[in-house]
């Protein structure tokens, strides 16, 4: 499979702990978004990388989001202290190029239950 | 800010009636604009894609969409609708202020087919 992929794809946690989840790109697409999606609505841009470079981050983004690409390939999306407000389903989606509509290709996503 | 209204968070057709999912954007025009499905337990794939070059654009799975400026309006359509089309709809434009071509996305509807 070809596809973006995503692990874990189910989370439970508690509240206050830490949690990380992994995207994995299609392959030399160098543009890796990250996106939440709360039942009901939309998916919402958290932010993006182009390479390894994180240009832009949302303002829902929180201190205690942190997300890395460090190697230009994969990423990680980390939620310290994580709240019941965290829980959502946590979207990771590429696209090659460096034109700003190219078509971006979506995992299946990461569903955060925070209890 | 660039914004998306999607009227209607289900619908639910006939199978073999037309379907018509609602789309309006905000007032300043966009360059682009997407319709992306989500099928049950898959991540969201680009049904079709507006790009200036004309105004009514046709998808996959037998899907249109009609551009139109003076409505802001970009409303999804299929002349006759499958079991299979039952899915999540999100409508999503871009603009040339969306750096990076992050995407800001309707809140999406719940597509149901009866038999």
């Known amino acids: 499979d070809t596809g973006v992929s995503q692990n874990p794809r189910h989370k439970i946690t508690k509240r206050g702990q830490n949690v990380t989840f992994r995207c994995d790109p299609i392959?030399?697409?160098?543009?890796l978004y990250w996106y939440r999606q709360t039942l009901g609505q939309g998916p919402e841009f958290l932010t993006y990388?182009?390479?390894?470079?994180?240009?832009?981050k949302s303002r829902l983004l929180s201190d205690r989001f942190s997300a890395e690409r460090p190697k230009g390939s994969f990423s990680t999306l980390e939620i310290q202290r994580t709240e019941q407000g965290d829980s959502a389903m946590y979207l990771c989606?590429?696209?090659?190029?460096?034109?700003?509509?190219?078509?971006?290709?979506f995992g299946p996503g990461t569903r955060l239950t925070v209890l | 800010a660039q914004s998306v209204t999607q009227l209607g968070s289900h619908v639910s057709v006939s199978e073999g009636a037309l379907v018509l999912l609602r789309c309006n954007y905000s007032?300043?025009?966009?360059?682009?604009l997407f319709w992306y499905v989500q099928y049950p337990n898959q991540g969201l794939q680009l049904l079709l894609k507006?790009?200036?070059?004309?105004?009514l654009v046709k998808g996959i799975n037998g899907f249109e969409a009609e551009f139109k400026k003076s409505e802001t309006s970009f409303h999804l359509t299929k002349p006759s609708a499958h079991m299979s089309d039952a899915a999540e709809y999100v409508c999503?434009?871009?603009?040339?202020?969306?750096?990076?071509?992050?995407?800001?996305f309707g809140q999406g509807t719940e597509l149901s087919v009866k038999p």
């Open positions: 989606a590429s696209s090659s190029g460096t034109g700003d509509y190219n078509e971006q290709f």
């Open positions: 392959s030399e697409h160098n543009r």
């Open positions: 990388f182009q390479n390894e470079a994180q240009l832009e």
């Open positions: 007032s300043s025009v966009p360059p682009y």
């Open positions: 507006y790009t200036s070059a004309a105004t």
């Open positions: 999503a434009p871009g603009s040339r202020y969306n750096q990076g071509g992050k995407l800001i």
